[in-house]
T-cell receptor
Framework: ETGVTQSPTHLIKTRGQQVTLRCSSQSGHNTVSWYQQALGQGPQFIFQYYREEENGRGNFPPRFSGLQFPNYSSELNVNALELDDSALYLC????????????FGPGTRLTVL | GENVEQHPSTLSVQEGDSAVIKCTYSDSASNYFPWYKQELGKGPQLIIDIRSNVGEKKDQRIAVTLNKTAKHFSLHITETQPEDSAVYFCAASATGFQKLVFGTGTRLLVSP
């Protein structure tokens, strides 16, 4: 059984640019959630994807968007990057109906200069 | 919206001592309470969870208790070891709402 993987590990962008982060879910899981973790804070829910559609969203602006593919992998896209977007972006996979057990990947560290 | 408070923010213990981390939640609809361990440079790792129909759950040196009336739950680690040193997060969610709401984390340091 393979765990959740994310790419890239680290990324440096400048303000105003766009970024795409990728996540492969754990085998057997059909749902992907994305979280933003600022330094010294707990993860904050961005949104979740199930059956290739957004299935819930946290308090993040529309410039945060995502996709889920038929193989359940997912992308997080952030447009018009701001300095405050610098954070660790975590992907978590789960199985709908599994009572919310979510398993996290190692994260992508995004730095916006 | 749901809010989860976690205390203490830092906890230092000697190897072999017990450690207790406490969390309170605000949404009475919450019914799932996981605990995650996050080591430096890694993603959170699920270490134990408890659901609202259970008051206590134990897995070797780790136990979690839940008091639904008071809306608080706690993580207990016995016989701590240096490798237990990490940041621990509590979280809460409600059925039908897949998002986890996390506490602010507790940095546990176990000294040999």
């Amino acid at each position: 059984e393979t765990g959740v993987t994310q790419s890239p590990t680290h990324l440096i962008k400048t303000r105003g640019q766009q970024v795409t982060l990728r996540c492969s879910s754990q085998s057997g899981h059909n749902t992907v959630s994305w979280y933003q973790q600022a330094l010294g804070q707990g993860p904050q829910f961005i949104f979740q994807y199930y059956r290739e559609e957004e299935n819930g969203r946290g308090n993040f602006p529309p410039r945060f968007s995502g996709l889920q593919f038929p193989n359940y992998s997912s992308e997080l896209n952030v447009n018009a990057l701001e300095l405050d977007d610098s954070a660790l972006y975590l992907c978590a996979s789960s199985l709908i109906g599994s009572n919310n057990e979510q398993f996290f990947g190692p994260g992508t560290r995004l730095t916006v200069l | 919206g749901e809010n989860v408070e976690q205390h203490p923010s830092t906890l230092s213990v000697q190897e072999g001592d017990s450690a207790v981390i406490k969390c309170t939640y605000s949404d009475s609809a919450s019914n799932y309470f996981p605990w995650y361990k996050q080591e430096l440079g890694k993603g959170p790792q699920l270490i134990i969870d408890i659901r609202s129909n259970v008051g206590e759950k134990k897995d070797q040196r780790i136990a979690v208790t839940l008091n639904k009336t008071a809306k608080h739950f706690s993580l207990h680690i016995t016989e701590t070891q240096p490798e237990d040193s990490a940041v621990y997060f509590c979280a809460a969610s409600a059925t039908g709402f897949q998002k986890l709401v996390f506490g602010t984390g507790t940095r546990l340091l176990v000294s040999p």
